[in-house]
């Protein structure tokens, strides 16, 4: 009897096993069914090297730029210490020629505010300016001028726009009224239509209105 149930026993246990193992090797093949398959591994091509720019042993600079032969090796050696290559030379240089137009044409338009502004203060000068101006000019100034400088001195003075300082307008009638100029430069004084040219060249705006 005894015999008997134990067989039954290990005959059960042989049948649970036999069933869970049916079960794995089932839960298994469904699961490395459901498994995506492993996609290719992707090669990466290496990245194409770029071929690098072309750096001359000299470069080319504009005629208009008057550079000497010492100032084209140091900046030929700059470019070239920097790896240019001439076309990006030729960004440098028009982008340093537009910014030297830039600052000559700024200090041009400075210089000539400057020159009309003495003119307008020489006009009201308290001494010699008011409605005098003129008279004062062709009687006293122009003829100090003319006796004591000459026709290099006036041009200098009208191409520089110095001819317009009050101080130096102020300075030469002073010197006029002290040393009188009908006693003194009676002798030397030019013509009435030597002193028009000479004003016509240093104040051209004053004869505008009878051109």
Do not use: C
């Not at 059960?12 to 193992?21: V, W």
């Not at 008011?130 to 004591?148: A, C």
């Amino acid at each position: 009897m005894t015999e008997e149930l134990n067989a039954n026993v290990e005959a059960q246990t042989n049948t649970e096993s036999s069933s869970e193992g049916e079960k794995a090797v089932e839960q298994k093949t469904v699961s490395d069914e459901a498994k995506p398959a492993d996609k290719p591994a992707v090669t990466e091509k290496p990245a194409e090297e770029k071929p690098k720019p072309e750096v001359p042993e000299s470069y080319q600079f504009p005629e208009d730029l008057k550079l000497t032969e010492e100032e084209k090796v140091k900046y030929t050696e700059l470019l070239r210490k920097h790896g240019a290559t001439q076309e990006a030379a030729n960004d440098l240089i028009e982008h340093i020629k537009q910014q030297a137009k830039a600052v000559q044409e700024a200090s041009v338009k400075a210089w000539y505010d400057q020159v009309k502004k003495w003119g307008e203060e020489a006009e009201k000068h308290e001494e010699y300016g008011g409605p005098k101006f003129e008279e004062n000019l062709k009687t006293v100034i122009i003829p100090v001028l003319n006796r004591f400088g000459d026709e290099q001195l006036i041009q200098e003075l009208d191409q520089t726009g110095f001819g317009n300082n009050p101080r130096l307008l102020a300075f030469l009638y002073r010197v006029g009224k002290e040393i009188g100029t009908e006693a003194k430069f009676v002798e030397g004084r030019p013509s009435a239509g030597d002193e028009n040219n000479i004003l016509k060249t240093l104040y051209p705006t004053m004869f505008k209105d009878n051109q």
